[in-house]
């Protein structure tokens, strides 16, 4: 079907179904949902065990490494990684991107269910959860009344439940506050006293307060049921509550205990802003609208502040107006592209018109983009919003080069309509090909797997509908419009003066030029490798960092750490952020063993999220006794757990030599140059007592060892006895020694244990052990950072792994890949393949257009050009090489290749249509696409001018492919202008010579001999066969 006859023939069918496909486009945008990255599948499952009293060795020992032997070889399983802590055990597996996690999962829970009798008694049955990169919390809250009303009861009970019902909402965790409960605080004198004990006291006062249906009674001609119940309602009633003593007296609980309300030592401490708070983290649900859920949460906020006069709650984070402001940003950056293109288009063809018809078909292109965006269930991000600011340059492409043509038409004395009829005709053949080989290159993208298909996949298929979109466009409506408008190219231009001037001066240097072919090969080959030698001069990341204002302070203490001292410690950090004019808010949480502040920074800001963070790392290299990892945080940092500093990974299968080669290693990267803190991920070593109760003494005394073990720990850490309600909330009733009773490590044998000292049957013993023991893949790992500002990094990096290289480790120590590193390579090789894929994809393509390998082969060669622009523009910028990096050069592929398709079409019609010679062919070719060329480059180029700028928030993500693309579009069209004539007169040469040695004897020419450069050299030439 011919489209372009089609719409001139029924224009006002075409213009109807443009307006339709508006409309429908619109109400698609209006739908998508709004996210600041693709959602992220990556299938992985943690198994998490619970073994109670254990050290990380014997964790690892009897539950880690059972676990892992048994699900290493289950089908998927890709990497098992496992992490041994103090009375838990972390199994993390990593599946292969292809497995379906619902069968993974009954595999999984099949396998542990068949190990669970070879695990220790006192360890609990492992728990499997599914693991999702994107929950993380979308909005938190910090609260506080002013009324003196319990907090946590009232987030517990009334604002946790309203944020669960939810329907967007995936998970509501409270942390910090202050719980109250019912202290019965006893004392042990008047115990022993009335021969009371701490259990027999537990079971006194559980009887007082119960509920026991007793049958049924009747009454007239009714059956009624009937219950027996006795409630203890407040503190006093526990006060009086009968106990009996060994001689059969009666007491009350008030004579041997002090009954009073009291607060919870807490598990965290949570301030906003200096004043202590309840922090309520909110995760939305995979599916889920971001922008929906928190609009939605903040809704029931308001509800929950209006009901309950006395409660502040502020949002201490929003990840929707990082959202906001990304795609404000990004969305500026794309109108930007489609104004600057054409003003571009209004430069070469000088009239307004002309501009507007290429510029109407682009918002056609975007809006059919974003239908098929919506009915494939995309979200409009960073990743789609980038993709559609590549491709308005790409868009104009075929829409400049029709309307081009259309006026060439035009000045043939042919009517607007005939005129954009033989116009579009003439070239649809060589944009279908152009757009084909342009689409090819994505098609690996798009079937990509791993973290760049999760990431990059939306991209590839984005670019791909906006580039049909703009093809049928370009057939359709430019042509369209052409006859409608009616527009007038202005002859008499600057631009084509200025043109005309390039045209004389460029034959003049190409003539000399043709005939130098070993200069023009020193060239390309110095330029190839100067491309590749700047490249192991860049840094190279994963992916690009986001300012999003955010900075993490994250501390970490010697293991068992209580949470006041930490929290002591953490309020010398506080002071610190507090202090800095670029803070507009943090929050901070202390826990036991470590503690971390979220800042947040203002918009309007001095300094940049890494320069605060360099500076507060340098304020803090004078700090002991602590490890500290202050680093920019965003989502995509969160998501690839990155940190602040070098680091190396060891690894062994002997944790004794790990051990040995950590504690050397840490030892000496403190005397590396700009070194501010050496740390672990296995943490500090830390004092553990093991009580070990000899078993005959113990049945000796009327107790098993565990019944022994269970009094001790109500001793020491109390016992609960019952609940109470009051004013409707529910408190535990705890009972509890006076604080330093039983506390203390030098007196703990004195302690008497059901009657029995406890020396009499245990006796203490004193081990060291590490935090944590991780494996991977059956080798015990540790992985070292050496915290160091981050202009330092790579200097620090290559010391770090110089001084590992060169310590005398233990023979079973080998450096090892850590995470990100394995994950880099994994990801790099995967676009390499994809970048090789589309290379040849575009190969096959314009073999398939030429009808020869051989020139296709030729074409080809913008792309070497290319690299020495980009990975120049790249290095001169200071940017690092990247995924969206790579990303840039796959797409220069597609780009590139079609200014080369340009010139050697042009080149072959000019010697076999027009009869030209070669040398006057290989010229006269670069001067008439000169033009196009210059239009469809300039075009790219000046739409990504703003992406690569990096101008707004979160567009970090794609200034290096924006970037990328400049440098190697400007690089590739020099290059094919100066070189490829040259190259191709090799080739050309070499096959006149091959065809002269096979007939034996000179070819005479059709059309005469053409001097080439100064006279004095002539090329015979006859009518190419090709």
């Not at 907090?151 to 329907?167: M, Q, T």
């Not at 008047?190 to 307060?209: F, H, K, P, V, W």
């Not at 994809?834 to 792309?863: D, G, N």
């Amino acid at each position: 079907m011919d489209l372009t006859k089609f719409s001139l023939k029924r224009p006002v069918t075409t213009l109807l179904v443009v307006l339709a496909l508006a409309v429908f486009g619109i109400s698609s945008l209006m739908g998508l949902r709004l996210e600041l990255m693709p959602d992220m599948d990556m299938p992985m499952m943690l198994v998490m065990t619970i073994y109670p009293g254990a050290d990380p060795e014997s964790v690892e020992e009897l539950v880690s490494s059972q676990i892992e032997g048994k699900v290493g070889s289950l089908s998927g399983v890709d990497s098992v990684t496992t992490y041994s802590q103090e009375n838990s055990s972390m199994v993390l597996l990593q599946y292969d991107y292809s497995t379906d996690t619902n069968d993974a999962y009954l595999d999984l829970r099949a396998a542990l269910d068949s190990i669970e009798t070879s695990l220790p008694d006192d360890c609990q049955t492992p728990v499997v959860m599914k693991m999702d990169v994107n929950a993380m919390p979308s909005i938190m809250y910090s609260l506080s009344t002013t009324d003196g009303s319990d907090v946590v009861s009232l987030a517990n009970e009334d604002i946790v439940p309203e944020l669960e019902a939810i329907g967007s909402v995936a998970s509501v965790e409270v942390s910090g506050g202050r719980e109250n409960y019912v202290q019965v605080l006893l004392d042990e004198d008047a115990m022993n006293q009335y021969g009371l004990t701490m259990s027999s006291i537990a079971q006194y006062i559980a009887t007082t307060d119960f509920t026991i249906p007793i049958g049924s009674l009747e009454q007239g001609s009714q059956s009624i049921s009937a219950i027996s119940s006795a409630d203890v309602e407040n503190v006093e009633d526990l006060k009086n509550i009968p106990l009996f003593t060994s001689t059969g007296s009666l007491v009350h609980l008030s004579d041997v205990a002090e009954v009073q309300w009291a607060e919870k030592d807490p598990d965290s401490i949570s301030r906003y802003n200096g004043e202590e708070t309840l922090t309520v983290s909110i995760t939305k649900n995979q599916s889920a609208s971001t922008l929906g859920m928190v609009r939605d949460v903040k809704n029931v906020m308001r509800q929950m502040e209006d009901s309950h006069p006395g409660l502040v709650a502020t949002a201490s984070y929003d990840a929707s107006d990082m959202i906001l402001q990304s795609a404000s940003s990004v969305g500026s950056t794309l109108l930007m592209g489609v104004i600057l293109s054409m003003i571009v288009l209004f430069i070469f063809f000088g009239d307004w018109k002309a501009s507007l018809i290429v510029g109407s078909a682009m918002p056609i292109s975007l809006l059919v983009t974003v239908i098929v965006m919506a009915v494939a269930g995309f979200s409009l991000n960073i990743i789609t919003l980038g993709a559609l600011v590549i491709a308005i340059g790409m868009m104009v492409d075929s829409s400049s080069v029709v309307l081009e043509n259309c006026f060439r038409s035009k000045d043939k004395k042919l009517h607007f309509k005939d005129a954009a009829l033989v116009g579009a005709q003439g070239v649809a053949s060589s944009i279908v090909a152009s757009t084909i080989t342009t689409v090819v290159v994505y098609l690996p993208l798009c079937l990509q797997d791993g973290l760049a298909g999760q990431i990059f996949g939306q991209l590839g298929y984005t670019i791909i509908i906006a580039m049909l979109a703009s093809l049928v466009s370009a057939l359709t409506l430019v042509p369209l419009f052409f006859w409608i408008f009616q527009p007038r190219e202005k002859k008499e231009l600057k631009i084509n003066s200025l043109l005309d001037r390039i045209k004389g001066k460029y034959e003049k240097m190409e003539r000399k030029l043709l005939y130098r072919k070993k200069l023009s090969m020193a060239v390309a080959v110095f330029l190839l490798v100067a491309a590749f030698a700047l490249v192991g001069l860049m840094k190279v990341e994963l992916m690009p960092s986001i300012d999003e204002g955010m900075v993490s302070v994250e501390a970490t203490f010697r293991s068992g750490t209580k949470v006041s001292e930490v929290d002591a410690r953490m309020q010398e950090l506080e002071a610190m952020v507090a202090a800095h004019p670029d803070v507009e808010s943090y929050t901070l949480t202390s826990s036991k063993g470590s503690g971390s502040i979220s800042v947040n920074l203002k918009d309007k800001r001095k300094m940049s999220s890494q320069e605060v963070a360099d500076q507060w790392m340098e304020e803090t290299k004078d700090m002991t006794g602590i490890q500290l990892d202050i680093s920019v945080s965003s989502q995509m940092s969160s998501m690839m757990a990155t940190g602040s500093g070098a680091s190396v990974t060891l690894s062994s299968t002997n944790l004794d030599d790990l051990k040995e080669a950590v504690a050397l290693v840490e030892e000496n990267a403190w005397d590396i140059p700009g070194v501010l803190n050496v740390s672990s991920d296995a943490g500090e070593s830390a004092t553990q007592i093991k009580v070990l109760i000899d078993p005959l003494q113990a049945m000796a005394h009327g107790m098993t060892p565990v019944q022994a073990a269970g009094g001790l720990y109500s001793m020491i850490s109390g016992t609960e006895a019952m609940k109470i309600t009051s004013n409707g909330d529910e408190y535990s009733v705890m009972l509890e020694y006076p604080e330093g009773t039983y506390t203390n490590a030098s007196t703990l044998l004195d302690a008497s244990v059901g009657g029995v000292p406890l020396s009499e049957m245990a006796t203490l013993q004193y081990t060291d052990s590490q935090q944590t023991v991780m494996k991977s893949d059956g080798k015990y790992q540790t992985t070292i950072t050496a915290a160091c500002v981050s202009g330092n990094t790579d200097a620090v990096e290559e010391k770090l792994d110089a001084l590992v290289t060169g310590l005398q480790l233990p023979d079973a120590v080998e450096q090892a890949e850590d995470t990100m590193d394995q994950m880099m390579r994994e990801n790099f090789t995967a676009l390499g393949k994809a970048i090789a894929a589309a290379i040849f994809l575009v190969f096959l393509v314009m073999a398939m257009q030429f009808e020869s390998p051989k020139y296709s082969l030729m074409v080809m060669l913008s792309i070497p050009f290319s690299l020495i622009g980009s990975f120049g523009l790249l290095f001169l910028s200071g940017q690092s090489l990247t995924m969206t990096s790579l990303m840039g050069i796959m797409m220069l592929v597609g780009i590139v290749v079609n200014n080369g398709i340009l010139y050697v079409d042009g080149v072959n019609a000019l010697i076999n249509e027009d009869g030209l010679s070669l040398d006057d062919a290989l010229i006269e070719s670069a001067k008439t696409r000169l033009r196009p060329i210059l239009i469809t480059t300039l075009t790219t180029v000046i739409s990504m001018v703003p992406m690569s700028l990096g101008i707004g928030t979160g567009t970090e993500m794609m200034q290096g492919m924006g970037i990328i693309i400049i440098g190697g579009l400007i690089a590739s069209t020099l290059l094919i202008l100066i070189l490829l004539p040259v190259f191709y007169r090799m080739v050309y040469g070499k096959e006149k010579k091959e065809k002269r040695k096979r007939i034996g004897k000179r070819r005479k020419p059709k059309n005469g001999a053409t001097e080439a450069g100064n006279g004095k050299r002539t090329e015979t030439e006859g009518q190419s066969s090709l």
